[in-house]
Structure formats: C-alpha cells, structure tokens
C-alpha cells in the first residue's frame, strides 16, 4: 500500500508562485513514475506534469516555461514549482503514482487578486 500526501496549495495573487510536494510512502516510489494532475470546477482532471524514475520531464502546454516538476528519491517526496500564476491554474492539484490506483488527497490551488 502506498500513501500520497500533497501539501504546500494556497491562495496566490496573479504572477505569484507556489511549491507543491508530494510525499509517498514505502520504498516503491523511487521505481515509479510521478505526475501532477490538476481539476477545475466542472472541467476533467487535467495532466500537468509529470517525471519518470529516471528524471525525465514533461508538461501540458499550457503551464511549460511556467512549472516544474523535480523529485528527491532520498525523500520519497515529488514537488511542484509553479511561476507565473494565472487564475486560470486554479484548481485542486493531485499527485499520482503513474499506472497506479495511488493518488493524493488533493491540495487547493487558488490564484486571485
């Protein structure tokens, strides 16, 4: 069993920034790809981000420039840089563990003046 733990969500005024982790537990993790996602009200949760156990980065067009995602193995803890906020990123983020029924309870990401 694995266990998700997002934190580090707000209230931002626009251009502001946040950092978002995401702790897992068990050692499983370091194996495992990671993603963000992110669910607006009365839109689908949407993919942000993601990274592989290698390292490897890829992010939505609509947030590349703007956040990044990194991870610290020794940690178990994946994390979220996001730049440049819009009121558009508002939304509940979610950290998974990728291909897997493991997700976070989600942390509220709001960005308004």
């Known amino acids: 069993q694995v266990q998700l733990v997002e934190s580090g969500g707000g209230l931002v005024q626009p251009g502001g920034s946040l950092r978002l982790s995401c702790a897992a537990s068990?050692?499983?993790?370091?194996?495992?790809?990671m993603d963000w996602y992110r669910q607006a009200p009365g839109n689908q949760r949407e993919l942000v981000a993601g990274?592989?156990?290698?390292?490897?980065?890829g992010y939505a067009d609509s947030v590349k420039g703007r956040f990044t995602i990194s991870r610290d193995n020794a940690k178990n803890t994946v994390y979220l840089q996001m730049n440049s906020l819009k009121p558009e990123d508002t939304a509940v983020y979610y950290c998974?563990?990728?291909?897997?029924?493991?997700w976070g309870q989600g942390t509220q990401v709001t960005v308004s003046s």
């Open positions: 998974n563990l990728r291909d897997t029924r493991f």
């Open positions: 068990g050692s499983i993790f370091i194996l495992y790809a």
């Open positions: 990274i592989t156990a290698g390292g490897m980065t």
